[in-house]
């Protein structure tokens, strides 16, 4: 059974702080790896998607990178801020997505 | 936000009694999912759809069936709900999978509990 692991599962920072949330998975056969943000009660908002040929993405802040040989997938988030508390949640696969159970983030002022 | 609603956002049932709930999109996307999210387990999929009247089995499909007659409306039925099946359920979307590498775009989900 394909397992998507992330750690740690709570993270709390002060503002501006530079952090790394980690994603890893049993299965090397990837496809893509997808990182999504999720706020209390509402849906999931995509971050970056990975395609099982790149290596990293990059969307302002943020930057994934994908190690398909150490079965790994790390999300970097510079000079974090308050508005980035939030449960990130990493995906593997293509349609059928397997999904871990996400790091939550409290980024304080 | 990608052109996704669910209906109802809540509800409450007792169990043995038959639920709908309805996906609708306006993006005309060919991929349709439908997800559930349940403290300590994560997402996980329950059917998905990849075009009009063609549907597949996810990881947890038992108790479930889904229907697309269109291709904007996805529909998730349980025959007999359960109290198991208390949950939060997320639809999901995606274009195809050579322009968008099938990036999946979701609801904003359906409380369901079951008494």
């Known amino acids: 059974k394909q397992e998507v692991t992330q750690i740690p599962a709570a993270l709390s920072v002060p503002e501006g702080e530079n952090l790394v949330l980690n994603c890893s998975f049993t299965?090397?056969?990837?496809?893509?790896l997808q990182w999504f943000r999720q706020d209390p009660g509402k849906g999931l908002t995509s971050l970056l998607l990975i395609q099982s040929s790149q290596r990293e993405q990059t969307s302002g802040r943020l930057n994934a990178s994908l190690d398909k040989s150490s079965g790994r997938s790390t999300l970097y988030i510079a000079a974090s801020q308050p508005g980035d508390s939030a449960t990130y949640l990493c995906a593997k696969g293509f349609q059928k997505l397997v999904f871990g159970t996400g790091t939550r983030l409290l980024v304080s002022p | 936000d990608a052109g996704i609603t669910q209906s109802p956002r809540h509800k409450v049932t007792e169990t043995g009694t038959p639920v709908t709930l309805r996906c609708h999109q306006t993006e005309n996307h060919r991929y349709m999912y439908w997800y559930r999210q349940d403290p300590g387990h994560g997402l996980r999929l329950i059917h998905y759809s990849y075009g009009v009247k063609d549907t597949d089995k996810g990881e947890v499909s038992d108790g479930y069936s889904v229907s697309r007659s269109k291709t904007e409306d996805f529909l998730l039925t349980l025959e007999s709900a359960t109290s198991s099946q208390t949950s939060v359920y997320f639809c999901?979307?995606?274009?195809?999978?050579?322009?968008?590498?099938?990036?999946?775009?979701f609801g904003p989900g359906t409380r369901l509990t079951v008494l």
């Open positions: 299965d090397s056969a990837i496809y893509n």
């Open positions: 999901a979307i995606s274009k195809d999978s050579i322009s968008s590498y099938n990036e999946q775009f």
